[in-house]
Structure formats: C-alpha cells, structure tokens
C-alpha cells in the first residue's frame, strides 16, 4: 500500500466519521451511501472481474433481510402470531434481547444468504451471457412473488421489525455505524482478494472460460465462492438494512430489482467495472445524482434515473476508471509498450 | 386448492371451457409480443427488456384515440403506425450504438429504456388502471356458466390476422426477405447489397409496431397499467426461451400454453401466484435445458 493509497483511506474515514456529525440531519442518507458501495463492489466480483452479469443479487439482499427478521423475532417469540397481528402487538424486548437478536440476525442472514447463493450457483452457473443475466432476473422477480404469498412471514403486508431500544439519533448512528463496517469490511476483503490467485483466476473466466476450464482451473467452484463473498456481504447488510428501516415487505423493500437491483449495476458500470474503485466511485456519484434530482426534480425523478442509466451505458459504457486507464495508463501501473501503437508509427 | 381443483375437476368441469377461452384470449397477446421479440433477438442479436413497456405505450395510445372518440378498430392501425415510427426514433438513439456491443448492454440501455417509459406514462396518465369500453354484446353458453365477450372473439382474429399477415409479409415480400437475410449472414448481405442498417431499423419499428397492435387488444380485453409492463417483457422471454429462438410455430403455440397456464395457476394456487407463473416457467425452462446439456458436458478427470 503507498502513501497515496493510505492518505485516501485515511480521508474517506475521516469523511465517513465527520460526515454524520457535522450533517446529523443526513445520517440516512449516508447509510445508504455505505450499502450502494457496498452493492456495487460485491455486484463488481461477478459482473466486473468474472464477466458473469447478474441482475439478481438482490435476491440475497431480500433474502437476509427475511432471514434475520425470522430469527430476531422468532428466538424471544411466536413468528405466525407476530405477523398475524400487523404490528398492531408490540411485543417489548429488553436491550439485551434486541442487541443478541440482532446480532445473531445479522451473521444469520448473511450465512443463509450464502448457502442459497450456493444452491441457487448449482444451476445458474451453467447459464452463460445473457442467459445468466436473465435467469438471476427471473430467480428475483419470483422471490419476491413468492415471498409476498407466504403468511407465516407476513405475506404481501410485510413484517414490521423490532424497536430500537435508545434514542433517534442513537439509533441512526448506530446503524449508519454498521453499514459503514460492513462497507469497509467488504471493500478490504475484495482488495486483498483481487490480489490474490483468486483474483487472477476469475479474470481468466471472464477472459475465456473454456481455455480457464482446460487450464486446470476449477471454474464451477471459483464461481461459486464469488458469488458466496457477495451474497454473504448482500445479506448481512440486507439485515442491517431491514432493521434501519424498520418495516419490511417483499415487492419494495426487501426485492426491489427495478430499484436497487439495477442501480448496482448502474453504479458499477458508472464507476467504471472491473476496478476495485470504480464501483466505490460509480455509487457516490450515483447516489448524488439521485438524492439531488430526488430534491429538486420531484415527480421527474425517475424519468432523469432512466435518462442517465441510458446515457451511461449506451455512450460512456467504460466508465469513469475505465475511461481513466485508458487515457492516463501509467497512473495505474500499466506499461503501454508505445513501439507497437499507432501512436508510435505517425512520428 | 384442493377445493379449487375439486371445484374444476368434479363439480363443475364446464368452467374448464371458460378457462381455456380465457387462456386463448390472453395467450394470442403474448404470443404477438413474444413473437415481436423473437425477430428483434433473431435478426439483431438485441434483447429488448422494453418489450413490454412498448405494448403498454400501444394501449395507452390507443386509450388516448378512445378519449377522442375513435373506434378501437380504427385506432389499431393508427396505434400500429405511430409505434412504427416511435421504434425507428428509439432504434437512431439507442439501439444502434448497443447492436455490436456485448449483449449484456443492450439488456441494460433497454432496461433503463423501460424505466423510462413507464415513468413518463405514469406522469402522463396516472398511476390508475385503465380500461377501454367498447360497449360490444357478451353471449352466454352452458346456461350462463361461460361468458364469451364478443370483444374477445373479436381480439383473438385480429391477432391471428395480424400474425399471418406479419408471416407471409417476412416470407414473400423483398423487405422480408432481406430481413430473413441479415438475420443468417449480415456480412454477407451487406456484400449483396442489402442497406443492413435500414434492415435493423425497419425490424426494429416493425417489432413496436407489432407491440403496439398487442397493447390496442390488451386494452379492449384487458387492463393497462404504466407498471405492467415489465411483467409482459418477463413473460416474452420465457416463451421465447422455452420455444427456440428461430422456431416461429413453438413461439406461438408457447404464446396459448403460457396463457393457459397462468389462468390455471390463477384459478389453482390463487391469483396472487399468476405472475410466478411466467417467471417460474423460465427459471424450470433454463433448468430443464442445462440438465438436458449436461450430457455433453464432460469434464475429464
């Protein structure tokens, strides 16, 4: 790590520590800042470094969020009646209850986000290209139609989620405090993997699958614990996400695909995929984008989100680090041998 | 469920003839958009997500023709002629920068195409459900048990119209033919003179055109939405993926079996399972294919 790295870092901590204090009014939004980052880095493993483009990685979101609402409530009371009532019963739970549920909730969501990614892995990875985009966009449009017909976990009305027990600005920087654990966590995972023989081994899928395959690379696995590292992450943040928001329901909150499921990718293409920053800076320019024109063009917000995802892919489809390695190599450690350019030949 | 199936099945076995009708009805809609979407796919390796945004645009045009006072009927070719012209414009802006680009791009520049269009219909039009009254007579069969809305009948020949038309247009006019051309070997047709970039955006206005003729009869016999779409661009992958691409009969005949599933699935499970009907059916299509490939996939060890 050099020194420009480190100063970086030390900067976006400092940021992420002030930010909340200087702006309280903002703590939400910068929470949601923490988990688009850490959407677009963990949607950046398949889609970016391994060339697998999933529009279904929400699915693991919704899947933690669900998971970890089950076991908090489930481990001090009656699921079925719970849900049954409409959060018109609100069982009190003590601190210690709240913060051991959480807790268990949280790794709970992200190992039973895990263990679908590797069943759902099984069948998925045999798909290739579109075909693989498609069937993970059909695998979270059916999750959450089939999570809204279940009764036992609220159904189409959705569960609302225990009380934080504290105060309103203890509580907000309490969970923008997780997200931004989990942010960091993920990220400093994926920048030792990528350095790693993984990293280069998912490159060589991306690169040519069958040629990684006949090289020795055991391609199917490889996959798998790509997609297990992001949707571990998606999960644990998906029950930290439920909690912060506190009401939870399958169609909008828990398995948005036509909201968060393609703004991970919008971000990461935005940011440029394939990098390791291009998706931290893909996401905090997206999501300025969006709370600006969410302030200031009410009503046509959506109509700008569709103009720009059309604008960033069909005429600035390398991103912002792609467009920067390709103009500016050496900054990141790429040599252009410029005796074989055309560059070279016009002089 | 078990008294749903009872209630098909035992009781009153008459209400499968509705069901089937039904089914009928609904899947002659699919199968246009599906079919629109087949030829997008074939002929310019483009996945259009926007499948389904374009036949509700068609409805909402032909909803504003009915607020005119303009006959559904006449509305059709109207609807068919803007939505042509509507496909040209889309196909100069953005699909003819993602045609040569990997195929996941075109996949999201139509997606973010989507989002846009139901937005704009939504600001437009409200978010309500519409409907268009054509105020057309409903006969009864099987003392009452079965209603056929002459809309219906009506809806289904349009569609069939629509379809031969489309079919003997691609196999005997010079257009068609070039469009069948390009779809084999661009290069080639290029070499033989074919304009290949006037070819795409020809099958591309001829796909929402298509669409649009399918949002018109969505509207007389259904309801519009600015949200559905997305369900309709949904449900047109699974039938084309499940019938081949190049395969023009299965693509119809998967159109009528979809609908019929999904009134079953309806009436079976509850209503609230219809969507899942469509998504499940691909996700059990692209399981059921890689277990069939898996035969000739071995690795050795």
């Not at chain 1, 909150?253 to 293409?269: D, E, R």
């Not at chain 1, 009410?298 to 390695?325: H, P, S």
């Not at chain 2, 691909?282 to 059921?288: D, K, N, S, T």
């Amino acid at each position: 790590m050099n020194t420009n790295t480190t100063l970086l870092y030390i900067a976006i901590a400092f940021a992420a520590i002030a930010g909340p204090i200087f702006l309280p009014a903002y703590t939400q939004q910068f929470a949601v800042l923490w988990v688009m980052i850490l959407m677009a880095s963990t949607w950046d493993i398949l889609g970016g470094q391994m060339g697998y483009n999933s529009l279904g990685n929400i699915t693991f979101f919704g899947a933690g969020m669900y998971i970890s609402a089950i076991i908090q409530i489930a481990m001090f009371y009656d699921v079925a009646e719970y849900t049954a009532s409409f959060g018109a019963i609100k069982p009190e739970f003590t601190d210690q209850q709240y913060f051991t549920g959480l807790f268990l909730g949280i790794i709970g969501g992200g190992l039973g986000a895990l263990i679908l990614s590797m069943l759902f892995g099984l069948f998925m990875f045999g798909l290739r290209g579109p075909y693989f985009a498609i069937g993970t966009l059909g695998l979270a449009v059916a999750a959450g139609q089939l999570t809204g017909t279940i009764d036992y976990i609220g159904g189409g009305a959705g569960i609302s989620m225990p009380f934080f027990p504290g105060d309103i600005e203890v509580r907000s920087m309490f969970f923008y405090g997780l997200c931004f654990v989990f942010a960091a966590l993920a990220h400093f995972l994926l920048r030792w993997i990528y350095s790693t023989q993984f990293g280069l081994a998912i490159n060589a899928i991306r690169d040519d699958e069958d040629k990684a395959e006949a090289m020795g690379i055991p391609t199917l696995i490889y996959k798998q614990i790509g997609w297990g590292i992001a949707a571990f992450f998606l999960g644990c943040i998906g029950a930290v996400f439920g909690n912060m928001v506190g009401f939870i329901e399958p169609v909008e909150v828990a398995f948005p695909t036509a909201t968060f499921g393609i703004f991970m990718v919008a971000m990461a293409l935005l940011g440029g995929k394939g990098t390791l920053w291009g998706p931290v800076l893909g996401a905090f320019l997206f999501h300025l984008i969006k709370e600006t024109t969410w302030t200031y063009l009410l009503g046509w917000q959506w109509v700008a989100l569709g103009l720009i995802l059309i604008i960033n892919i069909v005429y600035f489809q390398q991103g912002i680090m792609g467009w920067l390695q390709t103009k500016y190599p050496e900054m990141f450690g790429i040599i252009v041998d410029k005796s074989n350019t055309s560059d070279a030949e016009a002089k | 469920m078990l008294d749903n199936l009872m209630l098909l099945f035992v009781w009153a076995p008459v209400m499968n003839v509705q069901m089937i009708l039904e089914g009928i009805f609904i899947g002659a809609v699919f199968a246009l958009g599906a079919y629109g979407l087949a030829l997008v796919w074939g002929v310019m390796n483009v996945k259009n997500l926007a499948q389904g945004d374009f036949i509700i645009m068609g409805g909402y045009l032909a909803f504003s023709c009915h607020q005119l006072g303009i006959h559904p009927l006449i509305a059709l070719p109207i609807v068919m002629i803007a939505m042509f012209m509507y496909g040209w414009v889309v196909y100069l802006t953005i699909i003819k920068r993602v045609i040569d680009q990997d195929m996941f791009v075109s996949l999201l520049a139509t997606f973010g195409l989507s989002l846009l269009m139901q937005q704009v219909m939504n600001l437009i039009y409200g978010p309500e459900v519409q409907i268009i009254d054509s105020h057309m007579p409903i006969y009864d069969a099987f003392d009452g048990f079965v209603t056929i809305p002459s809309v219906k009948i009506l809806s289904l020949c349009l569609a069939a119209s629509l379809a031969l038309l489309v079919v003997l247009f691609m196999k005997k006019s010079r257009t068609g033919q070039a469009i069948r051309a390009t779809a084999q070997d661009p290069r080639a047709a290029r070499v033989m003179g074919i304009d290949t970039n006037r070819i795409y955006a020809f099958t591309f206005a001829l796909n929402a055109s298509i669409c649009g003729a399918a949002g018109v009869l969505v509207s007389i016999i259904w309801v519009i939405q600015p949200f559905y779409g997305i369900v309709y661009s949904v449900r047109s992958f699974a039938i084309v993926t499940a019938a081949g691409l190049g395969n023009l009969p299965a693509v119809i005949g998967t159109g009528f079996g979809l609908g019929l599933i999904e009134q079953y699935t309806g009436i079976i499970l509850g209503a609230e399972y219809q969507v899942a009907a469509a998504v499940v059916l691909l996700l059990a299509v692209l399981i059921w294919r890689q277990i069939q490939m898996r035969r000739n996939r071995q690795v050795v060890r």
